[in-house]
Protein backbone atom coordinates (compact mmCIF):
# COMPACT_ATOMS: atom_id res chain seq x y z
CA UNK A 1 0.00 0.00 0.00
CA UNK A 2 1.07 3.30 -0.82
CA UNK A 3 1.51 6.13 1.68
CA UNK A 4 0.61 9.03 0.13
CA UNK A 5 -0.25 10.91 3.87
CA UNK A 6 1.19 14.61 4.85
CA UNK A 7 1.89 13.11 7.98
CA UNK A 8 3.99 10.46 6.34
CA UNK A 9 5.94 12.48 4.32
CA UNK A 10 6.35 15.66 6.60
CA UNK A 11 5.39 15.23 10.12
CA UNK A 12 6.60 13.26 13.32
CA UNK A 13 4.10 10.72 13.74
CA UNK A 14 5.68 8.91 17.10
CA UNK A 15 6.15 12.87 18.53
CA UNK A 16 2.83 13.64 18.13
CA UNK A 17 1.36 10.51 19.25
CA UNK A 18 3.39 10.99 22.58
CA UNK A 19 2.22 14.15 22.86
CA UNK A 20 -1.63 13.23 22.41
CA UNK A 21 -0.95 10.06 24.84
CA UNK A 22 0.87 12.64 27.65
CA UNK A 23 -2.11 15.02 27.54
CA UNK A 24 -5.04 12.64 27.41
CA UNK A 25 -3.39 11.13 30.31
CA UNK A 26 -2.82 14.23 32.65
CA UNK A 27 -6.29 15.88 31.11
CA UNK A 28 -8.47 13.08 31.82
CA UNK A 29 -6.58 12.25 35.35
CA UNK A 30 -8.45 15.42 36.12
CA UNK A 31 -11.85 14.30 34.72
CA UNK A 32 -11.68 10.72 36.10
CA UNK A 33 -11.00 11.82 39.56
CA UNK A 34 -14.23 13.57 40.14
CA UNK A 35 -15.61 10.38 38.70
CA UNK A 36 -14.59 8.44 41.89
CA UNK A 37 -15.64 11.55 44.31
CA UNK A 38 -18.71 11.59 42.75
CA UNK A 39 -19.08 7.79 43.78
CA UNK A 40 -18.00 7.86 46.80
CA UNK A 41 -17.76 10.92 48.86
CA UNK A 42 -19.41 13.82 47.38
CA UNK A 43 -22.99 12.93 48.18
CA UNK A 44 -22.28 13.08 52.34
CA UNK A 45 -19.79 16.48 51.61
CA UNK A 46 -22.41 18.35 49.06
CA UNK A 47 -26.06 17.12 49.17
CA UNK A 48 -28.11 16.52 51.89
CA UNK A 49 -27.40 13.61 53.36
CA UNK A 50 -30.51 13.10 55.44
CA UNK A 51 -32.17 11.03 52.55
CA UNK A 52 -28.87 8.71 51.10
CA UNK A 53 -30.80 7.51 47.97
CA UNK A 54 -31.44 10.58 46.76
CA UNK A 55 -28.08 12.28 47.79
CA UNK A 56 -26.39 9.62 45.79
CA UNK A 57 -28.81 10.34 42.82
CA UNK A 58 -27.52 13.63 42.69
CA UNK A 59 -23.89 13.21 43.54
CA UNK A 60 -24.13 10.61 40.45
CA UNK A 61 -25.77 13.10 38.50
CA UNK A 62 -23.37 15.58 38.98
CA UNK A 63 -20.90 13.86 37.33
CA UNK A 64 -23.35 13.69 34.05
CA UNK A 65 -23.39 17.48 34.07
CA UNK A 66 -20.07 17.37 32.38
CA UNK A 67 -21.35 15.40 29.97
CA UNK A 68 -24.15 17.87 29.39
CA UNK A 69 -21.82 20.43 28.98
CA UNK A 70 -19.30 18.50 26.46
CA UNK A 71 -21.68 19.27 23.51
CA UNK A 72 -21.98 22.63 24.27
CA UNK A 73 -18.09 22.84 23.80
CA UNK A 74 -17.65 20.78 21.00
CA UNK A 75 -20.01 23.27 18.81
CA UNK A 76 -17.45 25.88 20.02
CA UNK A 77 -14.16 24.09 19.84
CA UNK A 78 -14.68 22.58 16.88
CA UNK A 79 -15.12 25.75 15.38
CA UNK A 80 -12.05 26.98 16.61
CA UNK A 81 -10.10 23.82 16.04
CA UNK A 82 -11.07 23.67 11.99
CA UNK A 83 -10.47 27.42 11.55
CA UNK A 84 -7.15 28.17 13.46
CA UNK A 85 -5.58 24.85 13.74
CA UNK A 86 -5.68 21.72 16.73
CA UNK A 87 -3.14 22.91 18.92
CA UNK A 88 -4.53 25.72 20.27
CA UNK A 89 -7.23 23.57 21.76
CA UNK A 90 -5.00 21.22 22.85
CA UNK A 91 -3.32 23.77 24.82
CA UNK A 92 -6.71 25.51 25.94
CA UNK A 93 -8.68 22.54 27.28
CA UNK A 94 -5.91 21.24 29.25
CA UNK A 95 -5.22 24.69 31.29
CA UNK A 96 -8.57 24.85 31.47
CA UNK A 97 -9.50 21.26 33.14
CA UNK A 98 -6.85 21.65 35.32
CA UNK A 99 -7.93 25.17 36.99
CA UNK A 100 -11.36 24.15 37.35
CA UNK A 101 -9.97 20.73 38.89
CA UNK A 102 -8.34 22.78 41.35
CA UNK A 103 -10.97 24.76 42.37
CA UNK A 104 -13.14 22.26 42.82
CA UNK A 105 -10.88 20.76 45.43
CA UNK A 106 -11.11 24.11 47.31
CA UNK A 107 -14.67 24.74 47.10
CA UNK A 108 -16.37 24.93 50.59
CA UNK A 109 -19.37 22.05 51.52
CA UNK A 110 -22.55 21.92 52.02
CA UNK A 111 -22.11 22.10 55.89
CA UNK A 112 -20.33 25.53 55.72
CA UNK A 113 -22.18 27.36 53.01
CA UNK A 114 -25.39 25.15 52.51
CA UNK A 115 -27.39 25.11 48.94
CA UNK A 116 -24.82 27.17 47.31
CA UNK A 117 -21.87 24.56 47.59
CA UNK A 118 -23.66 21.80 45.65
CA UNK A 119 -24.14 24.78 43.21
CA UNK A 120 -20.65 26.07 42.76
CA UNK A 121 -19.87 22.33 42.49
CA UNK A 122 -21.95 21.57 39.44
CA UNK A 123 -20.21 25.37 37.64
CA UNK A 124 -16.89 23.92 37.76
CA UNK A 125 -17.98 20.29 36.74
CA UNK A 126 -19.46 22.12 33.76
CA UNK A 127 -16.00 23.68 32.98
CA UNK A 128 -14.26 20.43 32.93
CA UNK A 129 -17.26 19.54 30.50
CA UNK A 130 -16.29 21.95 28.06
CA UNK A 131 -12.82 21.26 28.51
CA UNK A 132 -13.08 17.59 27.97
CA UNK A 133 -15.42 18.30 24.90
CA UNK A 134 -12.26 19.68 22.52
CA UNK A 135 -9.70 17.04 24.39
CA UNK A 136 -9.65 14.07 22.28
CA UNK A 137 -11.32 15.16 19.12
CA UNK A 138 -8.18 17.60 18.84
CA UNK A 139 -5.37 15.25 19.94
CA UNK A 140 -7.33 12.34 17.67
CA UNK A 141 -6.74 15.43 14.80
CA UNK A 142 -3.80 15.76 15.42
CA UNK A 143 -2.09 12.06 15.63
CA UNK A 144 -4.26 11.26 12.63
CA UNK A 145 -3.21 13.68 10.49
CA UNK A 146 0.30 12.71 11.41
CA UNK A 147 0.26 9.29 11.28
CA UNK A 148 1.28 6.98 7.92
CA UNK A 149 -1.88 6.00 6.62
CA UNK A 150 -1.27 2.22 7.08
CA UNK A 151 -0.99 3.05 10.60
CA UNK A 152 -3.42 5.41 11.52
CA UNK A 153 -5.19 3.28 13.28
CA UNK A 154 -2.04 2.49 15.38
CA UNK A 155 -1.41 5.87 16.40
CA UNK A 156 -4.54 7.57 17.29
CA UNK A 157 -5.21 4.68 19.67
CA UNK A 158 -2.36 6.33 21.78
CA UNK A 159 -5.15 9.40 22.87
CA UNK A 160 -7.21 7.00 24.32
CA UNK A 161 -4.38 5.03 25.66
CA UNK A 162 -3.29 8.06 27.54
CA UNK A 163 -6.84 8.39 28.45
CA UNK A 164 -6.76 5.02 30.03
CA UNK A 165 -3.58 5.80 31.94
CA UNK A 166 -4.92 8.70 33.34
CA UNK A 167 -7.75 7.04 34.46
CA UNK A 168 -5.56 4.53 36.68
CA UNK A 169 -3.53 7.78 37.88
CA UNK A 170 -6.91 8.76 39.54
CA UNK A 171 -7.73 5.48 40.46
CA UNK A 172 -3.92 5.29 42.48
CA UNK A 173 -4.24 8.62 44.14
CA UNK A 174 -7.67 7.59 45.26
CA UNK A 175 -6.86 4.41 46.68
CA UNK A 176 -4.73 6.24 49.55
CA UNK A 177 -7.62 8.82 49.99
CA UNK A 178 -9.96 5.64 50.12
CA UNK A 179 -8.64 4.54 52.99
CA UNK A 180 -8.02 7.32 55.24
CA UNK A 181 -10.86 7.17 58.61
CA UNK A 182 -14.28 8.46 57.51
CA UNK A 183 -13.76 11.89 59.35
CA UNK A 184 -10.50 12.64 57.64
CA UNK A 185 -11.72 11.48 54.37
CA UNK A 186 -14.89 13.81 54.36
CA UNK A 187 -12.83 16.97 55.59
CA UNK A 188 -9.61 17.18 54.05
CA UNK A 189 -8.99 14.04 51.99
CA UNK A 190 -11.16 13.56 48.92
CA UNK A 191 -9.30 17.46 48.44
CA UNK A 192 -5.67 16.34 47.77
CA UNK A 193 -6.27 14.35 44.20
CA UNK A 194 -8.07 17.68 42.86
CA UNK A 195 -5.26 19.39 43.98
CA UNK A 196 -2.61 18.07 42.17
CA UNK A 197 -4.36 19.13 39.18
CA UNK A 198 -1.86 22.65 39.74
CA UNK A 199 0.80 20.27 38.45
CA UNK A 200 -1.01 18.58 35.75
CA UNK A 201 -1.53 21.73 34.40
CA UNK A 202 1.63 22.69 34.29
CA UNK A 203 3.13 19.81 32.75
CA UNK A 204 0.44 19.81 30.21
CA UNK A 205 0.92 23.41 29.21
CA UNK A 206 5.05 22.56 28.55
CA UNK A 207 4.21 19.69 26.67
CA UNK A 208 1.81 20.35 23.74
CA UNK A 209 3.00 24.39 23.67
CA UNK A 210 5.69 22.86 21.82
CA UNK A 211 3.87 20.91 19.30
CA UNK A 212 3.70 21.68 15.80
CA UNK A 213 0.41 21.77 13.64
CA UNK A 214 -0.27 18.74 11.41
CA UNK A 215 0.99 18.99 7.79
CA UNK A 216 -2.60 18.42 6.85
CA UNK A 217 -3.99 21.26 8.04
CA UNK A 218 -1.12 23.38 7.19
CA UNK A 219 -1.38 22.54 3.82
CA UNK A 220 -5.08 23.47 3.83
CA UNK A 221 -3.90 26.93 5.34
CA UNK A 222 -1.57 27.14 2.19
CA UNK A 223 -4.33 26.46 -0.80
CA UNK A 224 -6.65 28.88 1.10
CA UNK A 225 -9.14 26.20 2.07
CA UNK A 226 -9.67 26.09 5.38
CA UNK A 227 -13.28 26.64 5.87
CA UNK A 228 -14.54 30.22 7.82
CA UNK A 229 -17.26 28.66 8.60
CA UNK A 230 -16.57 25.00 9.28
CA UNK A 231 -19.97 23.90 11.00
CA UNK A 232 -21.80 25.05 8.00
CA UNK A 233 -19.91 22.78 5.61
CA UNK A 234 -19.77 19.94 8.68
CA UNK A 235 -23.76 19.80 8.64
CA UNK A 236 -24.21 20.78 4.74
CA UNK A 237 -21.58 17.98 3.70
CA UNK A 238 -21.03 15.47 6.63
CA UNK A 239 -24.41 15.60 8.69
CA UNK A 240 -24.61 11.84 8.29
CA UNK A 241 -21.56 11.25 9.47
CA UNK A 242 -21.63 13.25 12.55
CA UNK A 243 -25.44 11.71 13.00
CA UNK A 244 -23.41 7.93 12.86
CA UNK A 245 -20.48 9.18 15.16
CA UNK A 246 -23.05 9.91 17.49
CA UNK A 247 -24.90 6.56 17.67
CA UNK A 248 -21.40 4.50 17.58
CA UNK A 249 -20.16 6.48 20.61
CA UNK A 250 -22.78 5.34 22.71
CA UNK A 251 -20.48 2.54 23.66
CA UNK A 252 -19.01 5.06 25.84
CA UNK A 253 -21.83 3.96 28.19
CA UNK A 254 -19.47 0.74 29.10
CA UNK A 255 -17.20 2.34 30.75
CA UNK A 256 -19.49 5.01 32.64
CA UNK A 257 -21.59 2.13 34.01
CA UNK A 258 -17.94 0.15 35.12
CA UNK A 259 -15.94 2.93 36.24
CA UNK A 260 -18.66 4.71 38.47
CA UNK A 261 -22.13 2.99 38.87
CA UNK A 262 -20.73 -0.07 39.29
CA UNK A 263 -18.51 1.32 41.88
CA UNK A 264 -21.20 2.75 43.69
CA UNK A 265 -22.84 -0.24 43.87
CA UNK A 266 -20.67 -2.60 44.81
CA UNK A 267 -19.53 -0.05 47.97
CA UNK A 268 -22.90 0.65 48.46
CA UNK A 269 -24.84 -0.53 51.92
CA UNK A 270 -26.77 -2.88 49.67
CA UNK A 271 -23.80 -5.00 48.97
CA UNK A 272 -21.04 -3.58 51.13
CA UNK A 273 -17.90 -4.09 49.08
CA UNK A 274 -14.07 -2.59 49.85
CA UNK A 275 -14.03 0.82 48.78
CA UNK A 276 -10.41 0.21 47.67
CA UNK A 277 -10.45 -3.54 46.44
CA UNK A 278 -13.20 -2.01 44.49
CA UNK A 279 -10.58 0.17 43.20
CA UNK A 280 -7.82 -1.76 42.53
CA UNK A 281 -10.25 -3.80 39.93
CA UNK A 282 -10.37 -0.54 37.70
CA UNK A 283 -6.39 -0.30 38.16
CA UNK A 284 -6.13 -3.64 36.88
CA UNK A 285 -9.18 -3.45 33.96
CA UNK A 286 -7.23 0.00 32.93
CA UNK A 287 -3.44 -1.39 33.08
CA UNK A 288 -4.51 -4.49 30.76
CA UNK A 289 -6.16 -2.26 28.51
CA UNK A 290 -2.91 0.07 28.22
CA UNK A 291 -1.93 -3.38 26.19
CA UNK A 292 -4.99 -4.30 24.40
CA UNK A 293 -5.86 -1.36 22.99
CA UNK A 294 -2.54 -1.02 20.78
CA UNK A 295 -3.08 -4.59 19.71
CA UNK A 296 -6.72 -4.08 18.62
CA UNK A 297 -6.11 -0.75 17.06
CA UNK A 298 -2.80 -2.64 14.95
CA UNK A 299 -5.26 -5.40 13.93
CA UNK A 300 -7.84 -2.98 12.24
CA UNK A 301 -4.91 -1.49 10.38
CA UNK A 302 -4.89 -5.11 8.95
CA UNK A 303 -8.52 -6.11 8.98
CA UNK A 304 -10.59 -2.94 9.19
CA UNK A 305 -12.15 -0.90 11.78
CA UNK A 306 -15.58 -2.78 11.93
CA UNK A 307 -14.63 -5.83 13.04
CA UNK A 308 -12.65 -4.82 15.53
CA UNK A 309 -14.99 -1.98 16.79
CA UNK A 310 -18.10 -4.55 16.62
CA UNK A 311 -16.11 -7.19 19.08
CA UNK A 312 -16.58 -4.72 21.64
CA UNK A 313 -20.21 -3.36 20.86
CA UNK A 314 -21.24 -7.03 20.86
CA UNK A 315 -19.32 -8.60 23.26
CA UNK A 316 -19.35 -5.57 26.15
CA UNK A 317 -23.01 -6.08 27.04
CA UNK A 318 -22.34 -9.54 27.71
CA UNK A 319 -19.50 -9.05 30.01
CA UNK A 320 -21.51 -5.61 31.59
CA UNK A 321 -24.21 -8.48 32.64
CA UNK A 322 -21.52 -10.97 33.75
CA UNK A 323 -19.21 -8.23 36.00
CA UNK A 324 -22.44 -7.06 37.37
CA UNK A 325 -23.15 -10.81 38.25
CA UNK A 326 -19.91 -11.31 39.72
CA UNK A 327 -20.21 -7.90 42.30
CA UNK A 328 -23.73 -9.65 43.58
CA UNK A 329 -21.59 -13.13 44.24
CA UNK A 330 -19.27 -10.37 46.11
CA UNK A 331 -16.24 -13.07 45.04
CA UNK A 332 -13.25 -10.80 44.99
CA UNK A 333 -11.72 -13.51 42.34
CA UNK A 334 -14.11 -13.78 40.14
CA UNK A 335 -15.55 -9.46 40.35
CA UNK A 336 -11.28 -9.03 39.32
CA UNK A 337 -11.05 -11.79 36.42
CA UNK A 338 -14.43 -10.55 35.07
CA UNK A 339 -13.92 -6.76 35.11
CA UNK A 340 -10.47 -7.34 33.69
CA UNK A 341 -12.19 -9.19 30.84
CA UNK A 342 -15.13 -6.92 29.97
CA UNK A 343 -13.17 -3.42 30.26
CA UNK A 344 -9.93 -4.17 29.82
CA UNK A 345 -9.82 -7.04 26.66
CA UNK A 346 -13.52 -6.55 25.14
CA UNK A 347 -14.40 -3.17 25.57
CA UNK A 348 -11.13 -1.87 24.12
CA UNK A 349 -11.75 -3.53 21.06
CA UNK A 350 -14.03 -0.58 20.16
CA UNK A 351 -12.90 1.88 22.61
CA UNK A 352 -9.23 2.01 21.18
CA UNK A 353 -9.97 2.05 17.59
CA UNK A 354 -13.24 4.22 17.65
CA UNK A 355 -10.40 7.79 17.04
CA UNK A 356 -9.04 6.18 14.15
CA UNK A 357 -13.00 5.30 12.96
CA UNK A 358 -14.65 7.85 13.76
CA UNK A 359 -11.93 10.63 12.38
CA UNK A 360 -11.78 9.04 8.52
CA UNK A 361 -15.54 9.72 8.74
CA UNK A 362 -14.28 13.23 7.85
CA UNK A 363 -12.10 15.72 5.53
CA UNK A 364 -9.09 18.03 6.86
CA UNK A 365 -11.62 20.74 6.61
CA UNK A 366 -14.00 19.43 9.47
CA UNK A 367 -12.56 16.96 10.83
CA UNK A 368 -12.19 18.32 14.77
CA UNK A 369 -15.61 19.45 14.80
CA UNK A 370 -17.22 16.47 13.11
CA UNK A 371 -15.31 14.20 15.95
CA UNK A 372 -16.14 16.61 18.71
CA UNK A 373 -19.70 17.03 18.02
CA UNK A 374 -20.79 13.35 17.30
CA UNK A 375 -18.72 11.97 19.88
CA UNK A 376 -19.83 14.28 22.18
CA UNK A 377 -23.45 14.19 22.23
CA UNK A 378 -23.22 10.49 22.25
CA UNK A 379 -20.79 10.72 25.14
CA UNK A 380 -23.60 13.22 26.96
CA UNK A 381 -25.85 10.12 26.67
CA UNK A 382 -23.47 7.75 28.10
CA UNK A 383 -22.42 10.32 30.88
CA UNK A 384 -26.60 10.63 31.94
CA UNK A 385 -26.41 6.91 31.83
CA UNK A 386 -25.26 7.02 35.45
CA UNK A 387 -27.74 8.47 36.59
CA UNK A 388 -30.24 6.34 34.72
CA UNK A 389 -28.53 3.46 36.36
CA UNK A 390 -29.07 4.72 40.18
CA UNK A 391 -32.96 5.53 39.14
CA UNK A 392 -33.35 1.51 37.54
CA UNK A 393 -31.87 0.02 40.99
CA UNK A 394 -34.13 2.23 43.02
CA UNK A 395 -37.87 0.59 44.35
CA UNK A 396 -39.34 2.03 41.82
CA UNK A 397 -37.24 1.33 38.88
CA UNK A 398 -37.16 3.16 35.63
CA UNK A 399 -39.16 2.61 32.35
CA UNK A 400 -40.06 -0.90 32.94
CA UNK A 401 -36.86 -1.49 34.17
CA UNK A 402 -35.42 -2.81 37.78
CA UNK A 403 -32.26 -3.98 39.65
CA UNK A 404 -28.89 -4.92 38.09
CA UNK A 405 -30.22 -6.27 35.58
CA UNK A 406 -32.52 -3.70 34.09
CA UNK A 407 -28.61 -1.99 34.21
CA UNK A 408 -27.62 -4.52 32.22
CA UNK A 409 -30.64 -4.61 29.33
CA UNK A 410 -30.37 -0.90 29.75
CA UNK A 411 -26.62 -1.05 28.63
CA UNK A 412 -27.00 -3.48 26.36
CA UNK A 413 -29.14 -1.72 24.44
CA UNK A 414 -27.34 1.42 24.06
CA UNK A 415 -24.54 -1.20 23.04
CA UNK A 416 -26.44 -2.15 20.18
CA UNK A 417 -27.23 1.33 18.83
CA UNK A 418 -23.59 1.42 18.31
CA UNK A 419 -23.18 -1.79 16.59
CA UNK A 420 -25.56 -0.93 14.28
CA UNK A 421 -24.38 2.43 13.70
CA UNK A 422 -20.76 0.60 12.57
CA UNK A 423 -21.96 -2.30 11.11
CA UNK A 424 -23.87 0.21 8.38
CA UNK A 425 -20.78 2.42 8.12
CA UNK A 426 -18.59 2.79 5.04
CA UNK A 427 -14.65 0.88 5.81
CA UNK A 428 -12.18 3.57 5.36
CA UNK A 429 -8.92 1.78 6.90
CA UNK A 430 -7.25 1.76 3.22
CA UNK A 431 -8.73 4.84 2.15
CA UNK A 432 -5.49 7.75 1.73
CA UNK A 433 -5.60 10.53 4.50
CA UNK A 434 -5.92 13.12 1.56
CA UNK A 435 -9.31 11.35 0.93
CA UNK A 436 -11.19 10.67 4.00
CA UNK A 437 -14.43 12.82 3.80
CA UNK A 438 -14.67 11.81 -0.10
CA UNK A 439 -13.82 8.90 -1.48
CA UNK A 440 -14.75 6.91 2.10
CA UNK A 441 -16.33 9.34 3.68
CA UNK A 442 -19.56 11.46 3.42
CA UNK A 443 -19.27 13.66 0.45
CA UNK A 444 -17.04 15.43 -1.31
CA UNK A 445 -16.74 19.02 -0.06
CA UNK A 446 -18.34 22.32 -1.57
CA UNK A 447 -16.08 24.74 -3.49
CA UNK A 448 -17.39 27.67 -1.46
CA UNK A 449 -16.01 28.84 1.87
Known amino acids: ?24 ALEYYDFFIYGSAAALIFSKVFFDDSDPATATLQSLASFGVAYAAR ?30 TFLIGCLPTRDQIGGL ?5 VLLRVLQGLSAAGEQASANSMTLEHAPADRRGYFTSFTLNGTQFGQILATFVFIPVAALPEEQLLSWGWRVPFWL ?19 AFEQEVAKGTVPKMPL ?27 T ?53 AVGSP ?33 NGIWPS ?28 AVASAAGIVSPEGWLGLQGWTGVGIFTAILCAISAIAVATARETYRVPTEELGLAGGSAAPSPSR
Open 197 to 215: SVAVAVAGWIIRRKLEETP
Open 232 to 258: AVLFRDHWSSVLRVVGAALIATVSTIF
Open 71 to 100: PVGAFFLGHVGDRFGRKKIMVFTLVLMGVS
Open 1 to 24: MTDSSPGAQQGTPRKAAVAAWIGS
Open 318 to 350: IMIFAYLAAINSKNYPLIFLVGILTLGVVYSAS
Open 357 to 384: LYGEMFSTRVRLSGMAIGTQIGFAIAGF
Open 260 to 312: VWALNYATSDAIGLDRATMLWVGVAANAVALVAIPLWARLSDRIGRRPVFLVG
Open 117 to 121: APVLL
